[in-house]
């Protein structure tokens, strides 16, 4: 990325305390509406707006025809209103007269299905015509409201690549040459690299290459691994192309966009985006169907820490309540939509957003909860808005503290996409929700966690989990290898370190690029269908394995389990290898929550790591944040009882100050200041 020469003030320079806000979307209301909403938003403490993300079309409705005068009068009522505005560059949607009068901009599906206008992002990243469109609308924005004193934080488009993260239209093909060319040099080394030799595939030359489309059978494996790696590039050069036309006419206002660090959106790699933005941000919504729910949320948080290089990040938006877009959208239930934003604070957000201020009362969109929803302010809904408004002003301290963690979990993109390419051994796993099954057993066990690519600087950890990490390098292997070497602990699953970043084959045995440092050694792999299970004794406990089993031999490891039944009973499954000081441990099936979680405390004792905050009850939980010679303990009870809790300090939200055994009520959270740091 190139440097910016101009001083960049912080991102939350313009707002004291913590971000409060959400998307605001005047242009869906009559501006009788607007007075009322600055007021409300005075009186829920808003301090910050997204605005115009979807605003083109309003603000252009025919080429060349401009009606800028709603946006300023909104842009002065909001200012007059001592409210700040991440102004957006309105680009996150193409008008109609464009899609419709330049139809080659729209993006496709691998089976050449065009995306038409009349949803969203109908745009091609890498069509120059939307590009130079686009450009022009972020340096016309750009033009009008530079230097307002309202406006904090560029938000450029919106949600990069959400609906369409991979397009495989005519616009992609030269951008993807483009992109090999870069990364191979000649077309010798990527047929080496493709392994074109296979299936009569051997390119000649770079202009014969193409998206890996629809195709009789299976495409080419690492065709298809390096068109996502491209697809990430071709995003982030797009945020680089609209980012680049604003600051040429601002060019002191940090920039920012929204990723969506979560379980669910593969799209982008945000580890290689972060540093072209000037704060992280992210949007999260919980899943409905999960009841464990708020560890996803924690991982998602803990994922965007990581991505921010453990620095203080922003939440964009999540949802007060029910979305739209799920099977069967959910309403949060009592105490959840605080508690929720306080997660994402007490792992890192120095704010918390939603979408959107209003709830839409047409449109796509119009079932999605607002801050202010459809029933008005006389609701629980608009309490529970106020309220965490003035939670958030209490909290203010925490601004700029971080997260400490010992122990880190491993989470790659390229990891994952190439776990979930076809032609595996077995083709039902899913690389996050494996991930976040670890994460859960570190969760229940108390134990906080960076989550860190493999290429990290792991230095500062003492217990490094890398789960099913398919894709795994030299350089990364040698690097997790370091925390053994160091005297630390290191566990890695099964279907780890197979290939290389190319998706060839480590040789040797399975798993080839950890099979030294774990002493161990697999000739072949024996997934299991889905129901069937192998016997496992972990210690003195009977437990099973699911997914997976192998013929482990050791070559230095010792066993700490075995399959107990089948065709392998007596093969080890958990194996440790002390090397030095340090033990790599491998973990060669799937194991349920219960063994994931008595592994976990193994490990993290081996490695001197502490929970949080020791001794608390089941389903309470614990996070600190650290600063300025205070740490600030926040604990969250997800249980429907009082949890009797010994941590003493004073707690931000109450005032109460707590020394002696106190309980926190069912459903509830506490801010405690420790004044001691922690
Ligand atoms: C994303 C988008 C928003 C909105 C919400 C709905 O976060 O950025 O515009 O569509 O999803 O949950």
């Not at 007059?80 to 599906?109: C, F, N």
């Not at 030095?580 to 976990?600: N, Q």
């Amino acid at each position: 990325m190139e440097r910016r020469l101009i001083a960049v003030r912080a991102w939350n320079d313009l707002v004291e305390g913590l971000v409060y806000g959400g998307d605001y979307n005047p242009e869906q209301w009559p501006q009788d509406v607007w007075d009322e909403d600055i007021a409300l938003m005075q009186e829920a403490g808003v301090n910050l707006v997204s605005l115009a993300i979807f605003s083109w079309a309003t603000l252009e409705p025919n080429e060349g025809e401009f009606h800028w005068e709603w946006l300023d009068t909104i842009v002065e009522k909001l200012h007059a209103g001592g409210i700040k505005i991440a102004l957006a560059t309105a680009t996150a949607s193409p008008p109609p007269w464009l899609t419709h009068r330049h139809p080659e901009m729209l993006p496709q599906h691998a089976d050449g299905t065009v995306l038409h206008q009349g949803g969203r992002q109908s745009y091609a990243p890498t069509s120059p015509v939307y590009l130079q469109y686009a450009a022009q609308m972020a340096t016309r924005m750009a033009q009008r409201y530079a230097s307002h004193p309202a406006v904090a934080l560029w938000h450029i488009d919106n949600e990069i690549g959400c609906h369409v993260p991979e397009d495989f239209s005519d616009n992609a093909v030269p951008a993807f040459r483009a992109w090999l060319a870069e990364r191979y040099g000649t077309v010798e080394a990527l047929n080496d690299a493709w392994g074109t030799a296979f299936w009569s595939q051997r390119y000649g030359t770079f202009d014969d290459v193409l998206p890996p489309r629809t195709a009789p059978t299976y495409a080419n494996p690492t065709q298809q691994l390096d068109f996502k790696r491209f697809s990430s590039d071709a995003g982030l050069a797009y945020f680089q192309a609209l980012r680049q036309a604003v600051l040429a006419v601002n060019p002191g206002v940090p920039v920012t966009t929204n990723f969506m660090c979560n379980t669910g959106n593969r799209g982008m790699d945000y580890f290689g985006w972060a540093d072209a933005v000037d704060v992280v941000a992210n949007d999260h919504y919980t899943r409905a169907h999960d009841e464990e729910r708020h560890i996803e949320l924690a991982f998602s948080a803990d994922l965007t820490r990581g991505v921010a290089h453990g620095a203080p990040w922003l939440l964009m938006e999540h949802s007060t309540s029910a979305v739209n877009w799920q099977h069967v959208n959910r309403a949060k239930g009592a105490g959840e939509m605080l508690r929720d934003s306080l997660d994402h604070v007490a792992r890192g957000a120095d704010g918390a957003m939603f979408f959107q201020w209003r709830a839409s009362r047409a449109g796509a969109e119009k079932f999605h909860s607002g801050m202010v929803p459809h029933a008005g302010t006389d609701t629980q809904l608009w309490r529970n808005t106020v309220e965490l408004g003035r939670c958030l002003r209490a909290l203010a301290p925490v601004r700029g503290t971080r997260v400490v963690s010992r122990a880190a979990l491993v989470f790659d993109y390229h990891a994952w996409w190439a776990l979930e390419l076809d032609s595996h051994p077995n083709n039902t796993l899913a690389y996050a929700d494996l991930v976040l099954e670890w994460y859960k057993a570190l969760w229940y066990e108390g134990i906080g966690v960076d989550i860190v690519t493999p290429a990290a600087d792991l230095t500062g950890y003492d217990l490094v989990l890398a789960p099913n990490l398919y894709l795994t390098d030299t350089a990364a292997a040698d690097n997790l290898a370091g925390v053994v070497r160091r005297g630390g602990v290191f566990a890695t699953t099964w279907f780890s370190g197979i290939v290389d970043a190319a998706d060839h084959i480590h040789l040797g045995g399975y798993p080839g690029a950890f099979r030294d440092l774990l002493g161990v050694r697999v000739e072949e792999f024996s997934p299991l269908q889905a129901g069937q299970s192998v016997g496992v004794r972990l210690g003195d406990v009977d437990t099973v394995g699911v997914r997976w089993s192998e013929d482990v031999q050791l070559r230095g490891a010792q066993v700490r389990g075995v399959i107990t039944d089948g065709p392998l009973a007596g093969a080890a499954v958990v194996t440790e290898h002390e090397v030095g000081e340090g033990h790599a441990w491998y973990v060669a099936t799937d194991l349920p929550l219960d063994a994931k979680r008595s592994l976990v405390r193994t490990w993290a004792d081996q490695a001197g790591v502490a929970p949080v905050q020791p001794g608390l009850p089941a389903g309470v939980e614990a996070v600190r944040r650290i600063g300025d010679g205070a740490g600030y303990l926040f604990v969250f009870n997800h249980t429907d009882e009082a949890a009797r809790l010994t941590a003493s300090g004073t707690d931000l939200l109450t005032g109460t100050v707590h020394g002696a055994p106190w309980e926190l009520p069912a459903g509830a959270v506490a801010v405690l200041r420790e004044d001691a740091g922690a």
